[in-house]
């Protein structure tokens, strides 16, 4: 609540307004929403009625997706599966798959519903692991490779940092139908360019995620259209990418 415009009060009515005018300004430039559960979560079951409203303020026709990074023994995942897919209607879930195959399949039987797998992340201890060698190939390739068994282009995505756009074309290689949620473009240092041209094929294949560069353009009252101008700019620079690719 902290980051909320100066003139709105720090409460939780105020940040489901913000939400509310944020999505308004940028729907005609998203095609996706993701919400962070932590930020949420953070204030007990006050902070999750404030996400279900957010939610619930999202139209169908946008893909929702809960951020969440969840992944744990079978049991535990199909809760985690049931209360993100049932009770919450999200369409798709950030998971962790360091638990192997039965933490992830609960998800993965819920028709129509996606899961989106830790990758190859934008943060500074990404390389602790995911960049460590496993069997003559880096970790991240290796669970890419092992959870694309598990899954398909219709229901598996992988969570790929744009600060790692100059390996975004050897996952291209790998995974060529598959989308990957792109976070890190904007406020990280992630170029939009780059990963574009990286990692779009002719479906797109990107969910390009930029978070506090549109949702902060602005403190003050032109917060909403801030946002708007932003998201704008990314729509236009993907689409002129995209429209490169298909030509």
């Avoid at 204030?43 to 169908?60: C, H, S, V």
């Avoid at 962790?96 to 190859?120: H, N, Q, T, V």
């Avoid at 490779?145 to 995505?157: A, F, H, R, S, Y």
Wanted: glycine share 8%.
């Amino acid at each position: 609540m902290g980051k909320l415009p100066i003139h709105l009060p720090k409460n939780g009515d105020a940040m489901v307004e913000f939400n509310r005018q944020i999505i308004n300004a940028t729907l005609p430039y998203s095609v996706s929403y993701k919400i962070n559960t932590a930020f949420y979560e953070q204030y007990g079951a006050r902070g999750w009625e404030w996400m279900e409203q957010t939610l619930d303020y999202l139209p169908k026709s946008v893909f929702r997706i809960a951020d969440a990074k969840r992944g744990d023994i079978g049991n535990t995942s199909t809760m985690y599966a049931r209360a993100f897919f049932e009770a919450l209607s999200f369409d798709a879930v950030t998971v962790a798959p360091y638990m192997g195959k039965d933490s992830l399949r609960p998800f993965l039987e819920f028709k129509d519903k996606w899961i989106i797998c830790l990758a190859l992340t934008s943060n500074p201890g990404h390389a602790d692991f995911q960049m460590q060698g496993y069997e003559g190939k880096k970790l991240y390739e290796r669970v890419i490779e092992t959870v694309c068994k598990w899954g398909n282009p219709d229901n598996l995505m992988f969570v790929v940092g744009a600060t790692r756009a100059d390996y975004v074309a050897e996952i291209r290689k790998t995974i060529p139908e598959h989308f990957l949620l792109v976070p890190g473009v904007g406020a990280q240092g992630g170029s939009l360019s780059d990963i574009s041209r990286a990692g779009l094929n002719k479906d797109a294949g990107l969910l390009v995620n930029s978070s506090r560069g549109i949702l902060y353009a602005s403190s003050g009252e032109d917060f909403a259209e801030a946002a708007a101008e932003e998201a704008r700019k990314l729509q236009t620079v993907m689409a002129q990418h995209l429209a490169d690719i298909k030509h």
